[in-house]
C-alpha cells in the first residue's frame, strides 16, 4: 500500500508540475489575449487547442486530476494536501530551467521552507482514519 | 473586490477537496493497483453527487481566481489563497475525522511560509 502511494503522490506532483509548464509555455506561444470578446476569446481557445504543448500539458492535468482523485479513496486529504505542496517549489524550479524564469535568494528560502514542511507532513501516516487499507 | 474573491477562492478550493475526498472515502478502495478497477473506480465516483458538487465548488474557484488575476497580479494571488491550507487542514481534521498532529500542523505552517516566499 505504501508504494502504491508513493507512486501515486510522484505521478500528482509531477503531472500537475509539470502541465502547467507546459500549459504556460504553449500559452505564452498563443500571444496576449487583448480583447475579452466571444469572437476573440474562441479565436485563442480555437488557436489554443491546436498548439501541441497546450495539448499536453492539459492532458497532463488530466492524469493529475484523475490520479488526486484516486489517491484521496485511501489517503488522508491532510496528508494529500501537505505532501503534494512540494509542486509549488518544482514548478519554480522547472520555470528557471526550461522558461529561463530567475530564481531569487527569497524564492529559494521559500523552497527550501516548502521542501521542509513537507518532509515533516510526509513523516505521519498517510491515512489516520479507520483500519489501515 | 479582492476580498470577496479570495474567499471565493479559497472556499471553492477548500469545499471542492472536501467534497472529493469524502466522495471518494463513500467509493471505497480499488480491488486491486491496476488499471481497469482503478479506471472503474473513477467512473462510480464521477457518478456521485458528493463529486459531481466538488466539481461545481472547483470550477467556481477557478473563475473567481481568473477574476482575481485580471486586476491582481500573481504572486499577490498565491500567496493570498495559501491560506486555503490552514482551513482545509484544520477542516479535514473536523469533517472526515482526520487525525492532524503537530507533525502535520508545523508542515502546513512552514509550507504557507514558504507559498508566499516563493509567489
Given at each position: 500500500m505504501r508504494f502504491k502511494t508513493n507512486a501515486f503522490?510522484?505521478?500528482?506532483?509531477v503531472s500537475n508540475a509539470v502541465g502547467n509548464v507546459l500549459l504556460s509555455h504553449g500559452m505564452r506561444g498563443i500571444g496576449d489575449i487583448s480583447s475579452f470578446s466571444p469572437t476573440a476569446l474562441a479565436a485563442s481557445a480555437v488557436r489554443s487547442l491546436a498548439d501541441p504543448w497546450?495539448?499536453?500539458?492539459?492532458g497532463l492535468l488530466a492524469v493529475f486530476f484523475a490520479a488526486h482523485t484516486l489517491l484521496l479513496s485511501w489517503t488522508d486529504l491532510s496528508y494529500v494536501l501537505l505532501v503534494t505542496s512540494v509542486g509549488y517549489a518544482l514548478v519554480a524550479v522547472l520555470g528557471a530551467t526550461f522558461l529561463g524564469e530567475h530564481i531569487s535568494a527569497s524564492r529559494w528560502a521559500g523552497i527550501a521552507l516548502i521542501s521542509g514542511g513537507v518532509a515533516l507532513a510526509s513523516s505521519t501516516p498517510p491515512l489516520t482514519t479507520g483500519e489501515e487499507r | 473586490m479582492t476580498a470577496f474573491l479570495v474567499?471565493?477562492?479559497?472556499?471553492?478550493s477548500v469545499a471542492g477537496d472536501l467534497l472529493k475526498a469524502h466522495a471518494m472515502r463513500l467509493q471505497?478502495?480499488?480491488?486491486?493497483?491496476?488499471?481497469?478497477?482503478?479506471l472503474r473506480l473513477l467512473l462510480r465516483a464521477f457518478r456521485s453527487s458528493w463529486f459531481l458538487l466538488s466539481l461545481g465548488a472547483y470550477a467556481g474557484s477557478f473563475f473567481a481566481f481568473m477574476a482575481l488575476l485580471s486586476f491582481r497580479e500573481v504572486s499577490f494571488a498565491v500567496p493570498a489563497t495559501a491560506i486555503g491550507f490552514v482551513f482545509e487542514t484544520a477542516l479535514a481534521r473536523v469533517c472526515l475525522s482526520e487525525r492532524v498532529g503537530p507533525r502535520r500542523w508545523a508542515g502546513a505552517a512552514l509550507v504557507?511560509?514558504?507559498?508566499?516566499l516563493i509567489a
Open positions: 503522490l510522484v505521478i500528482v506532483i497546450v495539448l499536453l500539458g492539459t | 474567499t471565493l477562492v479559497v472556499t471553492g471505497g478502495v480499488p480491488e486491486a493497483a491496476s488499471a481497469p478497477p482503478m504557507i511560509v514558504g507559498v508566499c
